[in-house]
């Protein structure tokens, strides 16, 4: 379509670079991390387009390597915060009245900008500050983020079109206003995809809102360099402000603030459970009830049964649960194998996962990395040493791991006799899979199980062969899970093919990257123009009878 020199994108996916030895995208990205291993990069807070320095600083270290500092980091204190808040309030009256084409361009650019010239500094930054390999920062702070900000416009498009009222009678225009909400946006972002902290932010502001973004103390660097991509694009002063500051203090004065208008939240299910009360409780200051969008935690399973692609159930086991150390929301952490299969599968399996090489992401025939941080690294290990002193768990790969030079957990599987144990039913967001393992004939059972054992519902895969047994299983975890899968592993949702969300305790469902997600950030007004309004407010019926 073409609109006043304004054209959208066409409607496909960035294709996804194989960084094979020899290409010259594994050159660049290799030279980009050698270039940002040597420096340190001081990040100041972003508050109308305005660098903001101011010396309360925390550094970011690399996770496989911390004692390797890669940036500086000068924190928001109260007045930044409250002068970012200002600053997307301003920026709203002329951003909220551009058409939508302009805003959208914006966004289109810095695709481009983030598809080509940017893309290794990107992947770089991604790789060296949330230890991804060069395909997990491929698939995310390239791809998928080129995705959201490409085929966003898409989905407003339709949005601006559809919500037009069907019926206009002779004498009266009926038309509907598709305003963005009154106030500013509150972004909280997770460490673990950059392309969701781009996309928190700057879907609700292509819908016409401004944002306050809270970027997580374990991904600034990367962050940072979106917030500079959408500024180099044309993003206007105000529009976006990128705010680093301690999480309870910005919370506090964002979530009182009278002219609070929406929470876009993507992280833990815990965090998210504390601002919805606060919300709750701040309700009687607010001058709208917020738009609360939540995507949250998950626990999410592969159901095997025992007529099955086996070769498949083992690649989407390990891929599933270990790639990006399993710090995926979506990652497979929970494994319903029938005996048969397992008696089968099981010494396959130990050896594929002995073959994973784990390490400096920089390194690429490294498939595992370090796990995020000190406190992911405790927690994680926690889990696996529990199960080691425990009668109702057996760990069968892994079970080691050395925070020496980074938190290094190796791919980690406990097989469990107790389905209500710990480690099946909880989100650990590590490399751990727990597996189950039940009596062939008691598929269906298995089924109710899944479905009842945790709170989250947010990924599913189910493995079988036969329609029937498909069909069994997708109509009993039809409320398991946002995102089911088929015959595959359940991560690796791609923007426009499977719009990605879960309910229950895994969130709002708003499926990012999809038009469902965008709606919540529109407020529509109706208007009525009636060309000839009546005159006498008598009506007919009040005349006497003749
Ligand atoms: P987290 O909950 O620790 O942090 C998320 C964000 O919330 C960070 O910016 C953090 O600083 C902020 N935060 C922390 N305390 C806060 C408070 N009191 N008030 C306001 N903000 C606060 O999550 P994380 O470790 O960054 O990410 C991992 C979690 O995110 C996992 O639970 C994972 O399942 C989830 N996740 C979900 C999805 C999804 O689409 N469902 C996607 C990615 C991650």
Same mark, same amino acid.
């Given at each position: ?19 094979? #030895?020899? $290409? /010259? @995208? ?5 030279? %980009? ?6 420096? !340190? ?124 009222? #069907?019926? $206009? /009678? @002779? ?5 509907? %206003? ?6 500013? !946006? ?361």
């Amino acid at each position: 379509m073409s609109l006043n020199g304004f054209t959208l994108p066409p409607m496909e996916n960035e294709p996804v670079l194989g960084y094979l #030895p020899g $290409s /010259p @995208e594994r050159k660049s990205l290799q030279d %980009e991390l050698k270039r940002q291993s040597q420096e !340190i990069v001081e990040i100041p807070c972003i508050i109308n387009g305005e660098e903001v320095w101011t010396d309360n600083i925390v550094e970011q270290v690399m996770p496989h390597r911390h004692a390797h500092v890669i940036a500086r980091v000068h924190l928001a204190g109260e007045k930044e915060i409250r002068n970012a808040i200002e600053a997307s309030l301003h920026a709203h009256q002329s951003w909220s009245s551009l058409p939508w084409q302009e805003r959208a361009s914006i966004f289109i650019k810095a695709a481009d900008l983030l598809a080509g010239e940017r893309r290794a500094e990107v992947n770089a930054s991604t790789m060296l500050n949330q230890s991804k390999t060069c395909h997990q920062a491929e698939i995310d702070s390239a791809c998928e983020l080129i995705d959201f900000w490409r085929l966003n416009p898409h989905f407003a498009q339709q949005i601006y079109q559809n919500i037009q009222p #069907p019926i $206009s /009678p @002779e004498g009266i225009q009926n038309s509907c %206003e598709g305003r963005a909400l009154e106030g500013f !946006i509150f972004a909280v972002t997770p460490f673990n995809f950059t392309s969701i902290a781009g996309n928190l932010p700057s879907a609700p502001a292509l819908m016409g809102n401004t944002a306050v973004w809270k970027p997580s103390r374990n991904s600034y660097l990367s962050n940072y360099k979106i917030m500079q991509l959408m500024m180099d694009a044309g993003l206007p002063a105000g529009v976006i402000n990128f705010v680093p500051a301690r999480a309870s203090e910005i919370s506090d004065i964002c979530m009182s603030h009278p002219m609070l208008a929406g929470i876009h939240f993507t992280g833990s299910t815990g965090v998210f459970d504390h601002i919805w009360t606060q919300v709750g409780k701040n309700l009687p200051n607010l001058r709208s009830y917020p738009r609360i969008v939540g995507e949250t935690g998950g626990k999410d399973f592969i159901v095997a049964h025992p007529d099955c692609r086996e070769k498949a159930l083992l690649t989407a086991m390990l891929r599933g649960a270990f790639e990006f150390q399993g710090q995926k929301c979506s990652a497979a952490s929970r494994c319903y194998i029938p005996a048969s299969v397992w008696e089968r599968i099981k010494q396959p399996y130990i050896d594929e996962v002995a073959q994973v090489k784990m390490g400096d992401p920089a390194d690429f025939s490294n498939l595992v990395s370090a796990v995020i941080d000190e406190k992911a690294f405790n927690n994680i290990t926690g889990y696996i040493e529990r199960a080691r002193k425990s009668d109702d768990a057996e760990i069968i790969t892994g079970g080691n791991y050395d925070s020496t030079v980074g938190w290094f957990i190796e791919p980690t599987t406990i097989v469990v006799k107790d389905p209500q144990y710990e480690s099946i039913k909880e989100e650990i967001f590590g490399p751990v899979l727990t597996v189950y393992v039940y009596n062939d004939e008691e598929f269906e059972d298995v089924l109710k199980l899944c479905d009842e054992t945790s709170p989250y519902s947010l990924t599913g895969s189910i493995f079988a062969n036969q329609e029937a047994d498909i069909e069994t299983a997708t109509k009993a975890l039809r409320y398991s899970s946002g995102n089911y899968y088929i015959n595959d592993k359940p991560t690796g949702a791609v923007v426009g093919q499977q719009p990605f969300g879960g309910a229950r305790g895994s969130g709002t469902n708003d499926k990012a990257g999809s038009p469902i997600n965008l709606m919540r950030w529109v407020s529509v007004r109706t208007v009525k123009r009636n060309f000839n309004p009546p005159e006498d407010w008598r009506y007919g019926f009040l005349k006497p009878d003749e």
